[in-house]
């Protein structure tokens, strides 16, 4: 990759984030506003230091439809709510039992089991709170984004299913398409909703959209396998997390092996970005956000 | 109270239960439909008995404002999947750690931790993905529905904010004024907005939204009260739950003796019944509905 395009890719992400990051500590309720444990918990964990990756898809999908403000803004953070909630729970001792979490302590381990339950709990809810507050963008519009993010979320092919089947399929050698299945709803399906988010709130065309989902649908398991290569490959410092306790969980390295994973990786980015040829320039910072997550170190 | 008029409200409860468990049995995905294991998890849960009292008091008072349907039914629906998930997150170890729901094991004795806690951010998810669905009622008031459950649930006086101050207080004596705000949160908050919704979703006035808000609260702390006291008072099989068990958790009953609790919630169903005044005849179901609560024996 072109190493000046890379640092001005850098850069916008840092730009972006900052403005996520702005947004998320107008939504998050003070920490010392009562039920003070509770509130100190969401921000412990929304502000444990993520990427953004999720609203930075909204918002750069939706600048190319031409939506853009505050109310996109809003929009886009919601995802992160949605996105820490599915960590929190993730990491709960009767689920995938982490101790750390973007290197920290997770959530159970700071505030206990009860509080991490209802952090996640409320961070859910806080994020159908903010995408439906009234006035962001035409109610039929709004109301269509609640609707899909929900359905990112629930059972049928989204993050609850996805965990589900990731669970029941632990300490077992799956498939290459049960694998992909899983992938698809646990990570994938909130990184798909993410970009046609951003579509929606921008009224795009259903082709428009069409273009749209099969990006974040791409991007979305490139990240998981890129997620993957990293458990193997990566430092627990770089990583921020435990790394190499993936060992009984199905994963791409696991099935493929490391190189076979990393050209799958690259393929599912050209295509993504193959996905938008019709947008051309216009489209080239989602083209360079594809690239920029399989190369990431952390 | 009229023996005749007990007779008619109960026939008149358990048709619209009947309609509201319909209605449930078509929102939530079939037992076999995969992943299978959540599903069942889901559905034992909310088959499991419940009296359908938020569903119901929707469905009321959608129709004292002319909104009726298939639509109105869907959005009341919603609101027992609410109950449900807070039901299932209630009873997880690191919460109440409650063994018996509703008479039946609870949802983590049944199917483990782990898939309780899925089940329970499920059904929180499929709340908002039945009341988002596109066409119910027009996308303003729709958008406003989601809206209104979102803050029911939220820790700014919903649920969440309820279950925190709840657990922060078990084991201490609190002060009538404490009691009565986590009785509002965790119980009240839902409840009123059951009533709520049935107005926004009818596009009710705001002096309508406000006379049935204040009919909700009143309900939804005399149906609490009424909960303590079966707690104290009712017998283990009637109640299916654990009786006494609240032995160290701040009630009614502890704070003020039955009596006192007693005259307490037929004081607010008696000003719950005032707030609808101004509806006559018209409002005497939603009236029935409150005396039926606090005489009930389970």
Redesign the interface.
Known sequence: MNPALEVSIAEHLDTERARVDGELERIL?AED???A???RA?RYSVFAGGKRLRPILCLEVGRLFGAAGDSLLRIAASLELVHT?SLI?DD?P??DNDDLRRGKPSSHRVF????A??A???L???A??AV???GLVP??R???L??E???A????G?M??G???D??TTGSTAAGNVLESIHAAKTGALIRASARCGAIAAGASEDGLACVSAYGEKVGLAFQIADDLLDVLGSREAVGKAVGKDGDKATYPALYGVEVSQRMAERLVAEACGALAGYGERAQRLREIAHFLIARQS
Chains 1, 2 share one sequence.
């Open positions: 309720p506003e009562p039920p444990s509770i509130h969401l909630y729970h709960l009767a689920l206990g089991e009860a509080l339950i209802l996640g709990d409320a859910l809810t806080l159908f709170e439906s507050q009234p109610s039929g709004q109301l269509r609640v609707h993010l929900a359905h979320v629930g059972t049928r989204g609850v299913g965990q589900v089947v669970l029941e």
